[in-house]
Antibody
């Protein structure tokens, strides 16, 4: 049974970098053609797709965040990570990692989700 | 960017009734790339429907999706108490992937 476990700080100071990791258990991040995703949810903007990554390192990013986002993968640790730089209060949200329902480069309907991490940007 | 507009914003119904939720896209979306999610308080979204009409694993058959082009519908027949939640549509055929603002289904 696949599980996604998120880790990372819940408080980040303005202008600093938000860093979260999603550890995959019960399956290999290198199996199939899944694009593992990051999504966030804030009261003001609802659900927002941040980006996704294949274990090869191929990525897709939301253009609205592209200049500040880096998604990376560590196959040896079976995990992938999110970094969002120069954060402001507008980046306060619950951040989720997720895996699509089927493995295809065009599949981004997310079936498996992490537990969510509330990240608050505050000084 | 494709904007998804969901209606109504809030739907008040009783258990046993039928719910019809709408998702309208600002431009045509391939049916292959339209999904519906349910979200209960404090939980991550749960995938109900993908490809506009395919139920995800473990989803009861009282949930069904339909539609094409710019108009899509999620139907829940015979509402159960656990169905009262917020529902989101999502398109993933055009970048960036976008979500609707949600429909809150509440007990009348």
């Amino acid at each position: 049974h696949l599980q996604l476990l998120q880790s990372g700080p819940g408080l980040v100071k303005p202008s600093e970098t938000l860093s979260l990791t999603c550890s995959v258990s019960g399956g290999s991040i290198t199996s199939g053609t899944y694009y593992w995703g990051w999504i966030r949810q804030s009261p003001g903007k609802g659900l927002e797709w941040i980006g996704s990554i294949h274990y090869s390192g191929s990525t897709y990013y939301n253009p609205s965040l592209r200049s500040r986002v880096t998604i990376s993968v560590d196959t040896s640790k079976n995990q992938f990570s999110l970094r969002l730089s120069s954060v402001t209060a507008a980046d306060t949200a619950v951040y989720y990692c997720a895996r699509p329902i089927y493995d295809s480069s065009d599949s981004h309907a997310y079936f498996e989700w992490g537990q969510g991490t509330l990240v608050t940007v505050t000084s | 960017e494709i904007v998804l507009t969901q209606s109504p914003g809030t739907l008040s119904l009783s258990p046993g009734e039928r719910a019809t939720l709408s998702c309208r896209a600002s431009q045509s979306v391939s049916s292959t790339y339209l999904a519906w999610y349910q979200q209960r308080p404090g939980q991550a979204p749960r995938l109900l429907i993908y490809g506009a009409s395919s139920r995800a694993t473990g989803i009861p058959d009282r949930f069904s999706g339909s539609g094409s082009g710019t108009d899509f519908t999620l139907t829940i027949r015979r509402l159960e108490p656990e169905d009262f939640a917020v529902y989101y549509c999502q398109q993933y055929g055009n970048s960036p992937i976008t979500f609707g603002q949600g429909t809150r289904l509440e007990i009348k």
